[in-house]
C-alpha cells in the first residue's frame, strides 16, 4: 500500500505550479498525432520560404478548406469563409460569426516575413573573374552565420511589359547552388580580433554566382555577361530588370526533425511560420463561432511593420469594413473603434526558448523551456518594458482558464534577463487600437538564425491555443 501524502506535500500539489515537460503527460497515440501534425508544418516550412511562397501555399490550404476569396460574396452570413490577399504578401482569413461585428472579433495575428538577404537594386557585378550579386541584409541577423553555407534563391522578376516571372533557384538536388566565401583561417589573423559583430562586413556579403567567361575577346566583363546571357536565356531577363525584381536569398537547407527521437523542428523562417502555420490550421478547423474568428498573416514584421504589406498599414480595417458591407450591418460613426474595442487578440510570434549553452543570458524563473508548451508573453520591449504592450491580468486570467479547460499546455515568460533581452512584435499595434492583446507563440531556439529548432509538442500546443481561442 503506498504512504498516503503529508501535509506538505498536499499544500505543494495545491498551491504551487508544477514545471514538467509535457511529453511525460500525454498518450502515445497523442505523441502520433503531434508527429503527424508537424509533418505537415515541416512541408509548409520546406515550400514557404518567403511570405510570396507562404501567402501561395496559405491560399490552397485555405481553398481545400471551403474558404473563398473575398471578392466572390456578395453577403455573408455567419459560417461563411473567407480570405483577402494582399499584394501577394499578406493575406487574412476568416469565419463568419454569429454576433455583430461590432461585438468585436477573435484574432490571431502573425507575420509570414524572416531574415533574410536581399539582392540591391543594381547587384550584379564582375571582380577579377568572379560575377558576384551585392546584398542587403533584411531585419536582424547575425552576418558570420550566412557565409559558407549553401544559398538558394527565390522571388520574382517583372519584366518591363508588366510580365511577372518566379524564380526558384537552389532547392532541388540537381539544382546548382550559391554562396558567400568566408576569409581562410590561416590569413584570418586581424578578422579574428575583431568582435563578433564585425568580423563579417555587411557590404561583404556578396554571392558567388559565377565564373567562366562569355566567349569573346572584343567584350568587357565577360562573366558577368555569361551570367546574364543565361538569365535572358532562362528568363527572358536584361540587366535592367533587377530595378523591378525582388529576390530574396534564404537558406538552401531543407526543414527537417531534428533528434534521435524527432522531437524538434529544425528549419529556417520558424520565427514566425511556426505560428503563421499554425493559425492558418487552427482557424481552417473553426465552424460556426460566436464571435468572427480571423487570422491574419502579415508582412515587414522584422523591419518594423511598415509599408503597405505591414501592420501599420491600413489593411485589415479595410477588410473589417468589407465584411461590415457584405454583413449588412449598418456602418454608424465610430464603429470601427467599437470593433477594436471589444476585441480581443494573440499576437502569434515566437519566444526565444531557454538554451543552457547560453543560460547566463536568461533568467530561469522567467524563460520559456522547450516541451512546456505555447509560451504567453505578457510584455515585451526592452530594459524597462520599452515600447511593450503590457497585456491586463483581467485578459491574462480568461486565457489561463480557458487553456487550461481545454488542456493546452502553456507557459508564461519573457525575452531574456531585464538588461540583456527585449524585442518587438506587431502587439502594440492592434493594442493602440483598442484590443485586449497579448504574444503567444512557440518557443524557438537559434532564433533569427539560418536553421531555427522548436519542440513538435510546443508547435502543436501552439495551434490547440490558437484553435480554441478562435473557437
Known amino acids: ?29 497523442e505523441k502520433k498525432q503531434i508527429t503527424q501534425f508537424c509533418d505537415g508544418y515541416i512541408d509548409f516550412l520546406n ?9 501561395k501555399v496559405a491560399k490552397q490550404i485555405a481553398e481545400s478548406n471551403g474558404f473563398k476569396p473575398l471578392e466572390k460574396y456578395k453577403k455573408l452570413k455567419a459560417g461563411d469563409k473567407v480570405y483577402f490577399i494582399n499584394r501577394g504578401k499578406n493575406i487574412i482569413l476568416a469565419v463568419i460569426g454569429e454576433e455583430d461585428l461590432e461585438n468585436g472579433v477573435k484574432l490571431v495575428g502573425a507575420h509570414i516575413d524572416s531574415p533574410r538577404l536581399d539582392l540591391k537594386p543594381n547587384p550584379l557585378y564582375e571582380d577579377t573573374g568572379f560575377a558576384y550579386f551585392k546584398t542587403q541584409y533584411y531585419g536582424g541577423i547575425k552576418k558570420y552565420q550566412w557565409v559558407t553555407m549553401p544559398i538558394a534563391i ?29 576569409l581562410l583561417p590561416h590569413m584570418a589573423r586581424k578578422q579574428m580580433e ?13 554571392l558567388l554566382i559565377g565564373n567562366i567567361p562569355f566567349d569573346d575577346e572584343k567584350v568587357s566583363e565577360k562573366v558577368k555577361l555569361n551570367v546574364m546571357k543565361i538569365l535572358n536565356e532562362k528568363y527572358g531577363m536584361v540587366e535592367s530588370d533587377f530595378l523591378s525584381a525582388e529576390w530574396e536569398l534564404v537558406p538552401a537547407f531543407r526543414a527537417k526533425s531534428l533528434g534521435f527521437d524527432r522531437s524538434m523542428v529544425a528549419g ?23 464571435k468572427t474568428a480571423v487570422c491574419l498573416l502579415v508582412d515587414k514584421e522584422e523591419i518594423g511593420s511598415v509599408g503597405n504589406t505591414g501592420m501599420e498599414a491600413q489593411t485589415f480595417e479595410k477588410f473589417l469594413g468589407e465584411l461590415l458591407v457584405l454583413k449588412g450591418e449598418e456602418k454608424t460613426p465610430n464603429v470601427m473603434n467599437r470593433i477594436f474595442a471589444n476585441s480581443q487578440m494573440l499576437s502569434a510570434d515566437v519566444d526565444g526558448a531557454f538554451d543552457p549553452i547560453y543560460a547566463s543570458v536568461a533568467d530561469r524563473r522567467n524563460a520559456s523551456y522547450f516541451g512546456r508548451g505555447v509560451g504567453l508573453n505578457k510584455y515585451t520591449g526592452g530594459r524597462g518594458k520599452s515600447g511593450a504592450n503590457d497585456a491586463n491580468a483581467e485578459y491574462v486570467a480568461q486565457l489561463r482558464k480557458l487553456f487550461d479547460d481545454n488542456k493546452v499546455a502553456f507557459q508564461l515568460c519573457e525575452l531574456g534577463k531585464v538588461d540583456e533581452g527585449g524585442g518587438g512584435t506587431i502587439a502594440y499595434i492592434l493594442a493602440n487600437k483598442g484590443m485586449d492583446v497579448i504574444d503567444c507563440g512557440t518557443p524557438v531556439l537559434s532564433m533569427h538564425s539560418p536553421y531555427e529548432v522548436s519542440s513538435k509538442f510546443d508547435v502543436y500546443m501552439s495551434y490547440r491555443a490558437y484553435l480554441v481561442f478562435m473557437k
Open 194 to 206: 575583431k568582435k563578433l559583430s564585425e568580423g563579417i562586413e555587411g557590404e561583404d556579403l556578396n
Open 154 to 182: 527565390h522571388g520574382v522578376v517583372v519584366l518591363k511589359d508588366g510580365k511577372t516571372i518566379d524564380v526558384n533557384i537552389g532547392e532541388e538536388n540537381d539544382d546548382v547552388t550559391f554562396v558567400i566565401t568566408d
Open 268 to 290: 529556417y523562417g520558424q520565427d514566425d511560420r511556426v505560428c503563421a502555420y499554425t493559425s492558418l490550421r487552427a482557424i481552417c478547423e473553426v465552424e460556426n463561432p460566436q
Open 47 to 55: 515550400n514557404g520560404k518567403t511570405e510570396r511562397e507562404c501567402v
Open 1 to 29: 500500500m503506498s504512504e498516503s501524502k503529508t501535509v506538505g506535500e498536499k499544500l505543494q500539489e495545491k498551491l504551487l505550479t508544477k514545471h514538467e515537460s509535457g511529453w511525460e503527460t500525454i498518450s502515445e497515440a
